[in-house]
């Protein structure tokens, strides 16, 4: 039972690492995270490997994205849209009927059932 309190712990602490990197900790969450830091070495590595690959991330070149991207990725979303729509139609147009159809099936059962319970 104690193991499961601490791995709940742990993962409370490893989401303030966020907050850390940036400097945007609250005085009582900076401080949980130092005490947890100082009691766990392996959250400590885990912590300074977080670190480091956010500094590396940053650091990183940005690449632009082509200027035809926006308008490809439109081009894909409603071109799925206008298929889900179409699939969508052709399943809902399976399952009707024409009313033409149903007006006489519905009539004939009627005469069926009054003859089936009129017979003698």
Known sequence: MKAVSTALQTH?????????????????????LEAALA??????????????TIALLKGAPREKAPAALASTI???????????RRSMGMQQA????????????LLG???AA???????
Do not use: C, N, T
């Open 39 to 52: 009691a766990d070495a392996g959250l400590k590595a885990r912590f300074e490997r977080y670190q480091k």
């Open 94 to 105: 399976m399952y009707r009927v024409p009313v033409e159809v149903i007006i006489p099936l």
């Open 74 to 84: 439109m081009r894909r979303v409603r071109r799925r849209r206008g298929h889900e």
């Open 12 to 32: 409370e602490v490893e989401e303030l690492f966020a907050g850390a990197v940036d400097g945007s900790l609250s005085g009582s969450d900076g401080a949980r």
């Open 109 to 111: 059962v009627m005469v």
């Open 114 to 120: 009054l003859l089936f319970f009129a017979a003698p």
